[in-house]
């Protein structure tokens, strides 16, 4: 096929037909950012008219969606999906209740590996070799990413290397890539200008062309000038077919259509102003994480709890002489939150996924500030699969194992919590009906006592205590103004902690 633009243009329906079944599907995106929605929404419309294709396999490092209908949604219909190797899985709910339905075979890799792996299958290398995963429940030793009984294959090994283990994560050939670019020049060259995000495009065209594949790439417009050789992400010569997306099926983000800010340097002439944070139990829990931040530190701040780190350096005037990163490329700026999340403010430098991956796994993070939805006697967190709920760990793994400085924030219960501040200290008005401190976990997204090996130090941030991680399990060291030890603190938890001779008040600028 000719490398002219002309003869890959093709509709969503068309380009979409040429999927057969039982092929390895990879989409690219990050929740909405660079998601190729025209395209997994014309994959959706062909399967619900004709049935077809059936059985595919699903590949995809961050999680896409909106928790509703857009995204992978669009592909959580049994019969579609035989198998999914998936990096998060909340933001898609039809596809994880496939999964604990055991309607489907389901894998949760960790977000980076799989962006790695692309890259080791485009060069033809058996597989990716990590120590990333080590520990978690995607450990052989443990379940080996598999989600439910329906899910029998080793994908992953666990092997040794100069006396040291790590995991081995087999390579295997991909059939079709779902990729999303700005622009596509006259030769078909892609660029990414109103992306929020690289992300892997480049890593997905790569690894799709060498099995011997297709790569069908949604676009934004098309230009008549052939764009700078420099700026283009992907080479026309690896895309087979380009979609012109809908209105609508290519907004910027799922919660916006398109935000300038996200890919644009800042303006040093206009201030940002940040809202602050309420006085509330998140408020707290931010102000003593960002008690940990030092200046010049290089730091990840996840979804959620931890985002309102940012917004109390903002207020402390220090948030200009730290770094923040996001896994799915942007350094420097402001982090994005919720369907927005993976875009920052004004980045400084955006980066692809695979290559900021790189970054972490070798311990580039100086502090990370990261969220729990359980937490047991030896320190080991759960954020992954709780109950009839599957979640995934996304670039959860990556982050707690080989940030410098961790800090794992989130409130002592969950449901229903109602807290007050006054007078400078803290009242439960209601406590939450889910105790998040458990005698065991449901399953180990990040492993204590792999981490009391690596001698970092290990922080739980709750609105009414401070835990330390120690070689004999979660310390007690400090306790909220106001709040009883036993009542609020002990009877509140699965378990009993180590109770510091030096217990202390935690900082009184958390309560004002």
């Known amino acids: 096929m000719s490398n002219r633009r002309e003869n890959k243009l093709s509709s969503a329906a068309d380009a979409v037909d040429l999927i057969k ?15 190729p929605e025209a395209l997994t929404a014309a994959l959706e419309r062909r399967f619900l008219k004709t049935a077809a294709p059936e059985n595919l396999t699903l590949v995809y490092a961050a999680g896409q969606g909106d928790g509703k209908s857009r995204g992978l949604n669009h592909l959580a219909h049994e019969a579609l999906i035989k198998r999914v190797i998936g990096g998060h899985w909340a933001l898609a709910p039809g596809m994880g209740k496939l999964a604990i339905e055991n309607k489907i075979e389901a894998y949760n890799f960790p977000q980076g590996v799989v962006c790695q792996l692309m890259r080791d299958i485009a060069a033809g290398r058996p597989g990716c070799i990590t120590h990333v995963g080590l520990g978690t429940f995607i450990d052989p030793q443990n379940d080996g990413g598999k989600l439910n009984e329906r899910t029998i294959e080793e994908l992953i090994e666990r092997i040794e290397l100069s006396g040291k283990p790590w995991l081995f994560y087999r390579a295997f050939p991909i059939h079709v890539g779902f990729i999303r670019a700005t622009t596509a020049d006259p030769a078909g060259n892609l660029s990414m200008e109103d ?34 050789p420099q700026s283009v992400t992907v080479p026309g010569v690896l895309v087979d077919r ?41 408020r707290i829990i931010a102000a003593r994480a960002c008690d940990e931040l030092h200046i010049g530190d290089l730091a990840n701040l996840g979804i959620g709890m931890p985002e309102g780190v940012a917004r109390v350096a903002a207020e402390r005037g220090i948030l200009d002489d730290v770094t923040l990163t996001v896994e799915s490329g942007p350094i420097g700026g402001m982090p994005a939150g919720g369907l927005s ?26 502090f990370a500030a990261l969220g729990a ?27 707690s194992q ?13 449901g229903g919590l109602v807290t007050q501040i006054a007078n400078g200290k803290l009242i439960i ?24 090996e690596s001698k ?28 009883q030890l036993q009542e609020d603190v002990l009877d509140m938890m699965g378990f009993t902690p180590i109770i510091s001779n030096n217990l202390k008040q935690m900082p009184s600028s958390c309560f004002t």
């Open 402 to 414: 080989n940030a410098k400085r961790l800090i794992f924030c989130g409130t002592m219960t969950s």
């Open 195 to 228: 992306e929020a995000i690289i992300g892997e495009v480049l890593a997905i065209a790569q690894a799709v062309r060498n099995s011997g594949g297709i790569i069908i790439a949604q676009v934004k417009r098309l230009s008549d000038q052939a764009i700078v």
């Open 242 to 282: 380009i979609v012109v997306a809908d209105a609508g099926e290519h907004d910027q983000t799922f919660a916006e259509a398109m935000n300038a800010s996200y890919c644009s340097a800042p303006d040093e002439s206009e201030p940002v102003v940040h809202e602050k944070l309420p006085s509330n139990e998140r």
């Open 456 to 483: 970092r130090p290990i922080l739980f941030v709750t609105e009414r205590a401070v835990f330390r991680l120690t070689p004999k399990g979660l310390e007690l060291i400090e306790i909220a103004p106001g709040i």
């Open 429 to 452: 008005e209601t406590e939450g009906r889910v105790k998040k401190f458990v005698e065991q976990v449901d399953q180990v997204s990040f492993s204590g006592p792999l981490a009391i």
């Open 21 to 35: 079944d039982g092929d390895t599907l990879v989409c690219g995106g990050f929740v909405g950012a660079a998601h």
């Open 373 to 399: 939805a359980q937490v047991d006697a030896s320190g080991n967190v759960n954020v992954s699969k709780f109950g009839s709920r599957l979640a995934g760990v996304g670039g959860f793994v990556t982050i």
């Open 341 to 366: 999340f993976g875009a920052a403010v004004h980045p400084q430098a955006v980066i692809d996924q695979p290559s900021q991956f790189d970054f972490y796994d070798g311990g580039g993070l100086d």
